[in-house]
Structures are given as C-alpha cells and as structure tokens.
C-alpha cells in the first residue's frame, strides 16, 4: 500500500502561442521554469489572453473551420466555445479581440464589424462598423481616461493600416495612426490609458503577402499629441538587432514594462518572447518558439 499527493497546478502568469511540429497549441510559464502546455487540440489553439480577474485564459481555435473564441480554466480543463460568429476576416486569423477591463466582456473583430460579447458567450452587441472598404482586425480596451478601445483597420492590403481611437460604446471614432508606408499593427494601452504602444514597418516595404523588413515598437499619446517615438531603435546599441522584427507589444501589469516578440525578418528562425524598459532599454529574452505573449 502506498500514496501520494500530486503538487498544485502552477499559476503561471506568462502565456503564449508555439508551434511544435506543424501544430499550434498554448503554454503557460512563469519565471524560468519548464512550460506547461494546456491544450492538445489537432487544431490551431493561439492568441491566449488571461481574464483580468485571473480565473479563465481565453484563446481562439479554428476547430469549426473558423476561428471561434473559447475559453478555459486556467489548467487548460472546461474548454468552452464563446462566439458562433467568428473571430475571423481579411488578414484576422483569431488575433482580433480583447478582455474588457473587469473581465466582464470580450470585444472581438469580424470582419467590418467590432462586436462586444459577454463572457459566457450571451448579449452579443455589434458596437461600430469599420470605414468603407475596410475591416476591423487588433483592438484593445481601456478603462482609464473616461474608457476607449483602440481598434485597428486593414483595406484591401495588410499594410493599408490605420489606428482608431473609439468610445466603449463604439462611438466618435477619430483617426490615431493614419496610413503610413509600412504595416501598422497591434496597438495596446499603457496601464494609465494615455498612450498607446504599437509596431510600425519602417523600412516601408508595402508587401500584399505582408512580411515586414523593419517593425519596431512606437508608442503615441491617445490625445494625438506629440511625436511618436521609437522604442525598438534605442540607445547604446539596446535597441533591436538588424533583420528582425518587433512584434506584438503589450504592457506588463507594472505598467514599467513591455512584453513583445522578436523575430527575424525571414522567419526562419522560431520567434522569441522578449520584455524590455518603457523606454526600450534592458531587452531581455524570456521564451524561444514562442509568439502572441501575455502577461498579466
């Protein structure tokens, strides 16, 4: 006769996307310890984001052919599917939507049209439909400065990229980042809401398949204010290597922080997680094959 007692399942506050063999699923990690992968799906699992209330992940899988947001615990178990409308559109494979700031809601991308949903799938309300000719692809919500979302546009090509700065309610849209040479991507907002970090192309390279030769971390005041700066260029040789990418910024929650992927400009090697200052420096690598990070 024996027994034993197996230890709790960490509460890791890191996650991310990897591609192991052709198939994407999602870990979660903290500090310097092994990985846990939390789903097992044949399918694409990706773009795992944790409830501002800690207790569910939500990500999107194309297990019914499109991307659908889903929900789980935090130990991958109860996955449950959210939307019937999917997460989808022109150049938006599931990375289109975002928590509410209380956790509450989702708001989530289809399309030409940005929608809100409840957390348990119920009360979808379509908020704002995208200028003509365009979709709706990254947002965030914020619920600092009055509340806003960000929300960015893509038209007929992924580098045909525009920043809208909405209310909650998907009203008095006004033009942030207009349509620059290069790809405009993934706009997040600082823990205050007054700035909004993102990543722009700024080698110009107007490719329709989309790859990009030089993104790098802006940030921007959400009033308009001011000139973007640069956090990838950096000083004192801590800005980003030659031939990669900067990609997909968010703030850590001490709002001192950004969590970001590097990746090189042929993606041949796999991406890497990355945080550094707010200023750019202290670039520090966290995970390798990984992408789409979250921090919370």
Request: net charge negative; proline share 5%.
């Amino acid at each position: 006769m024996w027994s034993f007692q197996t230890v709790a399942f960490p509460t890791n506050r890191y996650l991310f996307a990897r591609t192991v063999v052709g198939n994407t699923d999602i870990y979660s990690a903290d500090g310097t310890a092994m990985p846990v992968q939390l789903t097992f799906g044949s399918t694409v699992e990706t773009a795992p984001q944790l409830s501002p209330t800690r207790d569910l992940i939500a990500y999107t899988s194309n297990a019914t052919g499109l991307y659908q947001l889903y929900t789980m615990n935090r130990d991958g178990s109860n996955p449950r599917q959210i939307t019937t409308l999917d997460v989808d559109g022109y150049n938006n494979r599931g990375v289109g939507y975002r928590w509410s700031p209380d956790g509450a809601y989702f708001i989530y991308a289809h399309n030409d049209k940005l929608y809100r949903i409840n957390r348990d799938g119920t009360g979808r309300v379509e908020l704002a439909t995208a200028p003509t000719g365009r979709n709706f692809r990254e947002c965030d919500w914020t619920a600092e400065d009055g509340g806003h979302l960000v929300v960015q546009t893509v038209g007929a090509d992924i580098f045909d990229s525009e920043l809208y700065i909405y209310n909650t309610d998907g009203t008095n849209s006004r033009l942030l980042v207009g349509n620059l040479p290069g790809r405009v991507d993934s706009p997040s907002f600082s823990i205050d809401g007054l700035t909004v970090v993102y990543t722009r192309d700024v080698a110009g390279f107007n490719s329709a398949a989309g790859r990009q030769q030089d993104a790098r971390i802006f940030s921007r005041r959400t009033d308009g204010t001011g000139t973007p700066v640069d956090l990838s260029s950096g000083t004192n040789n801590s800005g980003k290597t030659l031939g990669t990418n900067d990609l997909t910024p968010r703030f850590a929650p001490d709002g001192f922080h950004l969590i970001f992927v590097n990746r090189t400009t042929d993606e041949v090697a796999p991406p890497e997680v990355w945080t550094a200052d707010l200023d750019g420096r202290n670039r520090t690598r966290l995970f390798t094959n990984a992408f789409l990070p979250d921090y919370k």
